[in-house]
């Protein structure tokens, strides 16, 4: 056992949440629904979104549990709750009512030709209008929308803090018990039972909505990881054994990417054929493989080569939870109002990233230096240490302690 904090995760943390402007972006240029469309869309990428989709927030949720585990042994649990709630949902209310909102404006806009302006539809947006309508499809505000995972984050905590102050002693035994279990094969193969449990019981009878309610194969997956993270966050001999298998783990996630794409790319005219029908069983395994595995690498190799800590570590660690709030309303935003240049899709693409990268890190830098501001984008009060780039962590996540 540990209590050394793990500079590596810190890293982890901000490369999977900058993955996510790119993700996001992305998001515009393909097949599947989102808030707005590229007339370019097309399923060119794909295969390259579905590279982190499995796991990309499985990844994040069982950081969370890390850092809550750490966070325990350094406040007492009232203490951490209070203050995760205030993290958490100053920020989820405000960005519901002010960051939000223009994502499903322009949705609207663009979708079912809404022709008011955005007075008006505020006005509706905070009325809980559902009037919003393509066919049975209706829009639901107001909406959290990318920010679902905050306000799952938080119901997490609060359950991982009671699940604590009610185990007790007995908490640690158990991560002890899990962190010796989980050796050689057992480290790949367990954890996969769990997620390919709760995908054969629940993905089919409860899709994923974000809406917490009624979102249970979601919660049985991420709070799941949650949990193993708060369990296994001062194992310190299970991060050692992760990093030794990070070249296994690497070629399963690529091998079962490879599996996933080629059996969601077959046509649809033959998807519910028998010959096709017989391997869902088998791909829902591969699936929650791929759930699993790239978490494995991914730490894996961030153990060997990112456990040190630096100036840009402390800032970034602080700026990636304003980012994530500002980012994916960049995007929409200004994909609506690029739409009209016409430029090539490869050009768009880039300069949604490049402008969504730094127009939020200018924000974070307003936003860090005013007191009043701070809050509502999940930062701490301004200390000393804030000014030298050294804040406390942000709430999606915060920092494991010493």
Same mark, same amino acid.
């Given at each position: 056992m540990t209590t050394q904090r793990h500079y590596f995760l810190d890293w982890i943390r901000i490369f999977a949440f900058f993955v996510l402007i790119f993700y996001h972006t992305g998001m515009y240029y393909v097949t599947w629904d989102w808030h707005v469309k590229s007339p370019y869309a097309s399923t060119a990428i794909e295969p390259l979104m579905i590279l982190s989709s499995p796991w990309r927030l499985g990844l994040l949720f069982m950081i969370s549990g890390v850092a809550t585990a750490f966070m325990l042994k350094k406040i007492r649990i009232g203490a951490l709750l209070k203050q995760r709630s205030w993290r958490l949902l100053v920020p989820l209310i405000f960005g519901m009512f002010v960051i939000v909102p223009p994502q499903s404006y322009f949705e609207v806009v663009e979708k079912v030709a809404y022709?008011?302006?955005?007075?008006e539809f505020m006005r509706l947006y905070v009325s809980g209008y559902h009037g919003f309508c393509r066919g049975d499809d209706c829009l639901s505000i107001p909406t959290w929308?990318?920010?679902w995972f905050v306000a799952y984050l938080w119901v997490y905590t609060m359950i991982g803090g009671l699940i604590v102050w009610l185990l007790g002693a007995r908490f640690q035994r158990i991560a002890d018990a899990l962190g010796n279990l989980l050796t050689g094969w057992r480290i790949v193969v367990l954890p996969v039972i769990g997620l390919a449990a709760a995908r054969y019981l629940l993905a089919d009878q409860f899709p994923a909505t974000h809406a917490l309610t009624n979102d249970w194969y979601n919660h049985a997956q991420y709070f799941y990881l949650? !949990? =193993?993270g708060a369990l296994l966050a001062m194992q310190n001999n299970f991060w050692a054994r992760v990093e030794a298998l990070r070249w296994t783990?690497? !070629? =399963?996630?690529?091998a079962s990417w490879a599996l996933i794409v080629c059996y969601w790319?077959?046509?649809e005219a033959l998807a519910s054929s028998p010959e096709v029908t017989q391997w869902k069983p088998l791909m829902r395994a591969v699936y929650s493989l791929c759930?699993?595995?790239?978490?494995?690498?991914?730490c894996g190799f961030g153990h060997r080569h990112l456990n040190f800590d630096s100036a840009k570590r402390r800032y970034l660690t602080e700026a990636v939870f304003p980012v994530y709030i500002l980012h994916q309303t960049l995007?929409?935003?200004m994909a609506h109002w690029m739409k009209p240049i016409k430029l090539a899709p490869v050009t768009e693409g880039v300069f949604l990233i490049v402008l969504t990268f730094t127009i939020s890190l200018g924000v974070f830098e307003l936003v860090r230096r005013i007191a009043v501001l701070r809050p509502f984008f999940g930062l701490g009060r301004i200390t000393s240490q804030t000014s030298a780039y050294a804040g406390q962590a942000p709430a999606i996540a915060a920092t494991p302690a010493r």
């Open positions: 022709q008011g302006g955005y007075g929308n990318h920010l949650f !949990a =193993l783990s690497l !070629a =399963l996630w690529l790319s077959i046509p759930q699993w595995v790239p978490i494995l690498t991914v995007i929409v935003a």
